[in-house]
């Protein structure tokens, strides 16, 4: 077993938390920009990402200096692209595939949103996900498919995904539409500095931890273990090829051996009720 790719092989002290997918009442939000950033704010996170359906929201910086704001788009054609760090919007006619790769040239941050929403959980298909390239990831966590149908998870689509040796990142997003869901799930980005370019780095590159309560302190990966430790977790599972647990430790802290594990590895941590935290996979050759 080698390490192909190790998300966390670089580590800094600091982390940032923040928002991806968030609607301000340009589209279907409830406040306008400026004071949806603001409840972020008074919420405690550090970025937030404005993407409005087809519309992109601008607030001036000068107003925030608290927080990093990004600017985006939900481009919603049949199925939803959220399109983080872009200034224009792009037409529906467009193949997805063009949309991701005059995104990612844009430097912009591409995320297949919500892929079990809908009576049938297809609003992505597995076909899709798995022909379409060059996405940096897809949300594993969407928290306004919780009152839609459908789940709000797609841990299951990842696993798929990640077993077909497709290397994309999990994101737990809020979808905000109400002022109510900040709060109900976050990205905590591990970075160099407090900057836009570090946290998009860290967010493309997976330095990062999806999370819906559950805090990691750390994430390290050395001499073929995982060892992962938590503020609040009341126990850790290995999880590896095709989505299966090969190991559950009681507590907050655990050392896993990546021994047993095939193609991949991430750890999900699991606290009080519904809370959980997603660490991203390591790639194993
Ligand atoms: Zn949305």
């Not at 920009?33 to 404005?50: F, I, K, N, S």
């Not at 379409?132 to 839609?148: A, F, S």
Request: proline fraction near 3%; aromatic fraction near 10%; charged fraction near 20%.
């Amino acid at each position: 077993m080698l390490i192909a790719d190790n998300p966390y092989a670089q580590r800094y002290p600091l982390w940032l938390k923040g928002n991806l997918h968030t609607h301000t009442a340009l589209s279907d939000g409830e406040l306008p920009p400026e004071e949806t950033v603001q409840a972020c704010v008074r919420r405690g996170y550090d970025y937030v990402a404005l993407s409005d359906h087809d519309v992109i929201a601008a607030v001036p910086e000068e107003h925030f200096p608290q927080i990093i704001v990004l600017s985006g788009v939900e481009h919603s054609a049949q199925q939803h692209i959220l399109r983080v760090n872009v200034l224009s919007t792009l037409p529906h006619d467009l193949s997805y595939q063009s949309v991701i790769d005059l995104t990612v040239q844009a430097g912009g941050l591409v995320i297949l949103n919500h892929p079990n929403w809908g009576e049938n959980y297809d609003h992505w298909r597995d076909s899709q996900l798995s022909t379409l390239e060059r996405y940096h990831g897809i949300e594993i966590y969407n928290n306004v498919i919780e009152y839609l149908e459908g789940s709000a998870y797609a841990l299951d689509r990842w696993d798929r995904l990640l077993s077909q040796g497709k290397r994309v990142w999990g994101y737990a997003n809020e979808d905000t539409h109400r002022i109510f869901q900040i709060g109900s799930a976050w990205n905590m980005v591990n970075v160099r500095e407090r900057s836009r370019e570090a946290l998009l780095e860290g967010l493309k590159t997976g330095r990062f931890y999806a999370s819906r309560g559950v805090i990691l302190e750390e994430i390290a990966v050395e001499d073929g273990y995982l060892r992962v430790r938590s503020a609040n977790a009341k126990e850790l599972r290995l999880i590896s090829l095709n989505g299966e647990v090969l190991e559950r430790v009681t507590g907050s802290a655990a050392t896993f051996s990546l021994s047993q594990a095939r193609v991949y590895a991430r750890v999900e941590a699991i606290g009080e009720g519904s809370a959980r935290a997603w660490t991203q996979p390591v790639f194993l050759e």
